[in-house]
């Protein structure tokens, strides 16, 4: 796989604070990277330092093999960025708005724009003024401006902010389709934990300016203790039972359900030594754990409170 973004120790330091503190990890072509962590984590400030809003302190960023530092005019044509919200001309219809902005850029073609507009699903109300469009639809509009000249990197500040599920779901999917038919890296930055899991390849979790872990979604979600949910026949024996149990294991009791954090190992061990002190085991179902346990989990693990 090539790597379209390297970030290689990226720090920010204002007014002698370490806002960003030598976040280093590579985006590959076909990608979707979720930039994951808690408002004021240092998502946007990164983001910023990639597309040259803000100057790195100490560091570099390479895209596509140039510096951000001394190449930032050839490194920055090959992004296409939204920070924060998109920036739109509402008296003009979407149209306009892309022909305005396909000046700014050589060589976009007619059938580029039609193409672009197509890839995001615009086509019926392109001609319509961006006034009247929904927020989902100013999304994808300002989607199709960052595409418009065919970037190897598409990066997404909090692209859901604001959005209905329905809108969610739409920007989910063409993220997805971007990586996977434009062969794209795309980095996308949230809060939003169920969207992350839905929409991301791999993760990097950012907590106090500090890259904490990077893995794969599902090796995220599962790299960890897993929940088991145990039915029995009296939950409040099983109480008394486990509290005397020597294991080192966490549990939860509802009624006649029990909640055990396990590793898998360990599961016909703590079956056997319920069943021997005369407990009906009537199932054993692993709980699906979600993104948010596992965030929660690394977080908490740090030490660092968790804002929304």
Known sequence: MNSVIQLKGVSKVIKGK?????????????EVFGFLGPNGAGKTTTIRMIVGLMRITEGDVVISGKSIKSDFENAVKEVGAIVENPELYKFMSGYQNLKHFARMQKGISEARLKEVIELVGLTDRIHDKVKTYSLGMRQRLGLAQCLLHKPKLLILDEPTNGLDPAGIREIRDYIRRLAQEEGMAVIVSSHLLSEMEMMCDRIGIIQKGKLVDIQTVRDFVEDSEQIYQFE?????RVEEILSSYTGDFQFEIKENQIQIGLPKEKVPEVVKFLVEKEIEIYSVMP??????????????????????
């Open 18 to 30: 370490k806002i960003i503190d030598s976040l280093s990890f590579d985006v590959y072509e076909g």
């Open 232 to 236: 029995v026949n009296d939950g409040v």
């Open 287 to 308: 709980v699906a754990k979600t993104l948010e346990d596992r965030f929660l989990e690394i977080t908490n693990k740090e030490g660092v409170a968790i804002h929304g």
